[in-house]
């Protein structure tokens, strides 16, 4: 949960050092509900947006006092932590906890767009479950946290916003955009997210 939220809007080289650096700081969620709210911000500040900072000790407080100190193993309970959506309620549930789920990120919908014309027509695409209900029927039954890690990666290196790296993609034999010629569905709110 700590990375997802370093990671918003963040590259994750850049976020790495903080992580370490906060799970030393704040190994339990007391230490963070405790936490000297100006330390946190400072430690915050080199990953940018300081408003996580203040969620942070929110969340602490919310994983004391309603969860006994631990993250939730369900939807319903990490929706009711502060500054929790559908995407991270799933990529906790996924990379912690290995629950078959789809991680609603800006690769991995561009993929989903361009390789089967799976697109949203909402605003914020992350917050779709439509969306979201079309790529579970993809997942693996097994391994989903590595199929979903592959796919961050993929969208990250091969299936880029900008020049993607068709010709040497392997999916390009079934990749609608590629077929077409490269034109996508992807709109100008779900291409910059």
């Known amino acids: 949960m700590i990375s997802e939220y370093l990671l918003q809007q963040t590259n ?21 509900a405790e936490a000297d709210i100006r330390k946190l911000r400072r430690l915050i500040s080199f990953v940018g947006l300081s ?9 602490g407080r919310q994983l004391v006092s309603g969860f006994a100190g631990k993250i939730p193993q369900s939807r319903d309970s990490l929706l009711k932590l502060h500054g929790v959506g ?3 309620s799933n990529a906790v549930l996924c990379f912690a906890y ?18 089967f014309g799976i697109t949203s027509n909402l605003k914020r695409p992350r917050t779709d479950k439509k969306l979201e209900s079309q790529m579970l029927a993809y997942l693996p039954n097994r391994m989903v ?7 961050l990666d993929f969208g990250a290196l091969v299936c880029t916003s ?14 609608q955009f590629y077929l077409s010629g490269g034109s996508s569905n992807l709109s100008s709110q779900s291409s910059s997210s």
């Open 162 to 175: 900008k020049r993607p790296y068709c010709e040497q993609c392997p999916l390009n034999s079934i990749c």
């Open 145 to 151: 946290r590595e199929f979903n890690f592959a796919l």
């Open 86 to 88: 559908l995407y991270m």
């Open 51 to 59: 408003y996580r900072a203040d969620r942070l000790k929110t969340i």
């Open 12 to 32: 994750a080289d850049l976020a790495l050092p903080t992580y370490r650096q906060f799970i030393k700081d704040y190994p339990t969620a007391k230490s963070l």
């Open 98 to 115: 290995g629950k078959r789920l789809p991680i609603l990120d800006t690769n991995t919908i561009r993929i989903f767009d361009r390789v």
